[in-house]
DNA sequence: CTGTATCCTGAACGATACTG
DNA sequence: CAGTATCGTTCAGGATACAG
């Protein structure tokens, strides 16, 4: 973390790293979307199926939220029926170590 | 990350460790509070004018949603003026390898 | 199958005022 | 100094219906 990380802050989501990544896993599921797809590409209808709480339009607004911030692309098919796969991008697969990041502290048990 | 993540999941918000980081981590400005404490020791004025955006409301909630979850801990003097600070826990602490991956995701070039 | 449009509700946020 | 109480607004999430 440079230095100027000691700046004063007067707003939260100025271009601070950690609030663009943040940023990126913001909101519900989030995190369980890119998880599934660190485990490999998948259809909508598989997300769905993975995750059925999830309703379709909150699963097409990360699905658009991640593709925004670089982290999935979709991969269109011709043809019918139509088929639309997701899958991570470089950017995307480096999110692993992130999320472990964030496991093991959920994780953690407290001593030491 | 051990292999029963892979269950299928209903909600977004179980006791899946990284949902429970994000949780201690959730709202606008809780990093920058945490941040800020990494440097050391903070009174509730010395926080309010590094994030001078940050109402008193806000900031009261923070720093009672991040005792809650075990980050930080009160340390109220008796006497006048009354004086209160507030250090990380050792589990606020180890906040600072996750607070250092969202920083590099987010600093990322993009490239590799 | 793969989405988008619309509407509704509850939670988060921020301003202000007030207390010990 | 160190907060809490109250209130209005905004925004994300979820249900439902519909479209390419």
Redesign the interface.
């Known amino acids: ?1 440079p230095d100027d ?2 700046a ?6 100025p271009s ?7 940023g ?2 913001r909101g ?2 989030t ?2 979307v890119v ?1 599934e797809l660190l ?1 490999g590409e998948r259809t909508f209808t598989e997300l769905a199926r ?5 309703s379709d339009k909150v699963l097409s607004d990360r699905l658009a939220q991640l593709a925004e911030s ?1 982290v999935l692309v979709r991969d269109r098919r011709p043809g019918w029926p139509p088929r639309t796969s997701y899958r991570l991008t ?2 995307g697969r ?2 692993g ?12 048990d ?1 001593r ?1």
Chains 1, 2 share one sequence.
């Open positions: 973390m990380a000691r004063a802050v007067a707003e939260p989501t601070c790293p950690v609030e663009i990544t943040l990126a896993l519900r599921w995190t369980l998880r485990r993975a995750l059925p709480a999830l670089g470089p950017r480096r999110l170590p992130v999320l472990q990041a964030l496991w093991d502290w959920g994780a953690g407290d030491g």
